[in-house]
């Protein structure tokens, strides 16, 4: 008895190759289609412009820490020193009262004057005085002149007027005219003058010039003057002139002057 047959497998492959094939050509005929989204590509960035490059600040030095200051001691006042005095320039124009040994011009002791020098001739009257005076650039000029020309029996006026022709000629700032010393004599010479009353009335006359032109006027022998207008007997030689002593005391009291006369014309 015959076998029965096998159902042949050829068949099916010969179609499964088919089916293959056309799926193949199917394939190669279907362009190349993305199955899956694909991701936008992003533009270029534009690349940034590089602008100058910014300079790098120096690292900063550091400062040295300052050393702590020693405190200042504070200074003690000081007494304000006393100004020293300046000293006041003295002239002079005179007779012998003046240029007499020991006279009170001769015996100043004041350290604040200074004695620059004058004119002092023993008997002179005031008009020679006056012709060897010489201008000087001094504080104070003392002027103690008249004696002698009483003993001409010149006046007043004609004393005091020459006596300002000696004070603008010596040019001194400041002007100190003194009285004429006291008199024991009252009948001198062929007219018997009264020297002692003659006297009296110059220094009057003396003072109200100085009062008149700005000057100061000085009796520096008033308090050893007599009532009368005389010398006591133990303060002349003669009777015209003062001792040593006197002189001295004169000298005091003509310092004071002096420096009246400069103070003063400050105030």
């Given at each position: 008895?015959?076998?029965?047959?096998?159902?042949?497998?050829?068949?099916?492959?010969?179609?499964?190759?088919?089916?293959?094939?056309?799926?193949?050509?199917?394939?190669?005929?279907?362009?190349?289609?993305?199955?899956?989204?694909?991701?936008?590509?992003?533009?270029?960035?534009?690349?940034?412009?590089?602008?100058?490059?910014?300079?790098?600040?120096?690292?900063?030095?550091?400062?040295?820490?300052?050393?702590?200051?020693?405190?200042?001691?504070?200074?003690?006042?000081?007494?304000?020193?006393?100004?020293?005095?300046?000293?006041?320039?003295?002239?002079?124009?005179?007779?012998?009262?003046?240029?007499?040994?020991?006279?009170?011009?001769?015996?100043?002791?004041?350290?604040?004057?200074?004695?620059?020098?004058?004119?002092?001739?023993?008997?002179?009257?005031v008009p020679r005085i006056l012709t060897?005076?010489?201008?000087?650039?001094?504080?104070?000029?003392?002027?103690?002149?008249?004696?002698?020309?009483?003993?001409?029996?010149?006046?007043?006026?004609?004393?005091?007027?020459?006596?300002?022709?000696?004070?603008h000629k010596v040019g001194a700032r400041?002007?100190?005219?003194?009285?004429?010393?006291?008199?024991?004599?009252?009948?001198?010479?062929?007219?018997?003058?009264?020297?002692?009353?003659?006297?009296?009335?110059?220094?009057?006359?003396?003072?109200?010039?100085?009062?008149?032109?700005?000057?100061?006027?000085?009796?520096?022998?008033?308090?050893?003057?007599?009532?009368?207008?005389?010398?006591?007997?133990?303060?002349?030689?003669?009777?015209?002139?003062?001792?040593?002593?006197?002189?001295?005391?004169?000298?005091?009291?003509?310092?004071?002057?002096?420096?009246?006369?400069?103070?003063?014309?400050?105030?």
């Open positions: 008895m015959p076998h029965p047959q096998r159902p042949s497998r050829l068949p099916f492959i010969a179609a499964t190759a088919s089916v293959v094939v056309v799926a193949g050509v199917l394939l190669a005929a279907i362009p190349n289609t993305a199955t899956a989204v694909e991701s936008p590509i992003a533009a270029p960035t534009a690349t940034p412009t590089t602008s100058a490059p910014v300079e790098t600040p120096a690292p900063a030095v550091p400062t040295a820490t300052p050393a702590p200051t020693v405190p200042t001691a504070t200074p003690k006042p000081t007494a304000t020193p006393k100004p020293t005095p300046s000293t006041i320039s003295v002239t002079y124009a005179g007779d012998s009262l003046t240029a007499m040994d020991g006279s009170w011009m001769r015996q100043l002791n004041d350290k604040t004057l200074t004695n620059i020098g004058g004119t002092a001739i023993g008997g002179a009257t060897n005076v010489s201008a000087r650039d001094a504080d104070v000029l003392v002027v103690m002149a008249g004696t002698n020309d009483i003993r001409y029996a010149r006046s007043s006026t004609t004393i005091t007027q020459n006596i300002g022709k000696v004070v400041h002007v100190v005219i003194a009285a004429i010393a006291p008199s024991n004599v009252t009948k001198y010479g062929k007219k018997h003058i009264d020297r002692r009353k003659q006297g009296e009335i110059l220094n009057r006359d003396l003072q109200n010039y100085a009062l008149t032109n700005g000057y100061l006027f000085v009796d520096p022998w008033a308090a050893d003057r007599q009532l009368n207008g005389g010398w006591p007997s133990n303060r002349t030689i003669d009777g015209t002139h003062p001792t040593v002593a006197m002189s001295k005391k004169v000298s005091v009291r003509m310092q004071q002057a002096i420096h009246i006369a400069v103070e003063g014309a400050k105030g």
